[in-house]
């Protein structure tokens, strides 16, 4: 059973570009979560998706920021226009869901190190 | 939302034991988490404990719980090179989104 796998493992872009980052979540989880990692921190929550929804953004920036997570295929998390504070790097995690037995634990991926120039 | 507090560094000698300490805000987390976190890779699950408990220990991890002070410790015996990481506690909110402390880079001298 692969684990969460995530692509690319590092990203650069330029001030102004898009960066995709992808996630697929391990084999049978419904649940993904994006998290931030920046510079000698711990991780900040950014987003919870189930298929297809949106479950809780409230970690996400307003702007320049969305996820998604559809039917078919990874989740998404995408940065509009980076600048260098994006600089960081995301995780993304999953569980299966309220059904398991330990419905909380998280499964990390690897996680996408992002460098804007 | 939650805040979840770490001592930043901790120095040991291989073969002593190390004591990571953590604070917690939400008491009604189910469970309490301990992450580990090599130099460039993702977090690696350790241990957890359920929130009835005050103690579980597995293998060289012994996991400290005390609901009344919020506190949380992990305790590594015996500790090794290996063991040189940084180590996160994390607790979730009732809405599954976990909340991290800063980390604890824990550095093991030869």
């Known amino acids: 059973n692969a684990g969460v796998m995530q692509n690319p493992r590092h990203l650069v872009r330029r001030r102004g570009q898009e960066a995709r980052l992808r996630c697929s979540p391990m084999?049978?989880?419904?649940?993904v979560y994006w998290y931030r990692q920046l510079p000698e921190e711990g991780l900040k929550f950014m987003v919870y998706?189930?298929?297809?929804?949106?479950?809780?953004e409230s970690g996400m920036p307003k702007e320049r920021f969305s996820a998604e997570f559809p039917k078919e295929g990874p989740s998404i998390l995408r940065i509009q226009q980076v600048v260098r504070g994006d600089s960081a790097a995301y995780f993304c995690?999953?569980?299966?869901?309220?059904?398991?037995?330990?419905?909380?634990?998280?499964?990390f991926g690897p996680g996408t190190r992002l460098t804007v120039l | 939302g939650e805040d979840v507090e770490q001592s930043l560094f901790l120095s040991v000698r291989e073969g002593d034991s190390s004591v990571i300490n953590c604070t917690y805000t939400?008491?009604?987390?189910?469970?309490l988490y301990w992450y580990k976190q090599e130099p460039g890779a993702g977090l690696q699950l350790l241990t957890y404990?359920?929130?009835?408990?005050d103690m579980k220990q597995d293998q060289r991890l012994t996991v400290l719980l005390n609901k009344k002070d919020k506190h949380l410790s992990l305790r590594i015996a015996d500790t090794q090179t290996g063991d040189s990481a940084i180590y996160f506690c994390?607790?979730?909110?009732?809405?599954?989104?976990?909340?991290f402390g800063s980390g604890t880079k824990l550095n093991v001298k030869p």
């Open positions: 995690a999953s569980s299966p869901g309220a059904l398991s037995g330990r419905a909380n634990e998280q499964f």
């Open positions: 084999k049978g989880h419904s649940h």
């Open positions: 998706l189930q298929k297809e929804n949106i479950i809780d």
């Open positions: 939400d008491s009604s987390s189910t469970y």
């Open positions: 404990i359920f929130s009835n408990m």
């Open positions: 994390a607790e979730p909110d009732n809405f599954n989104k976990f909340y």
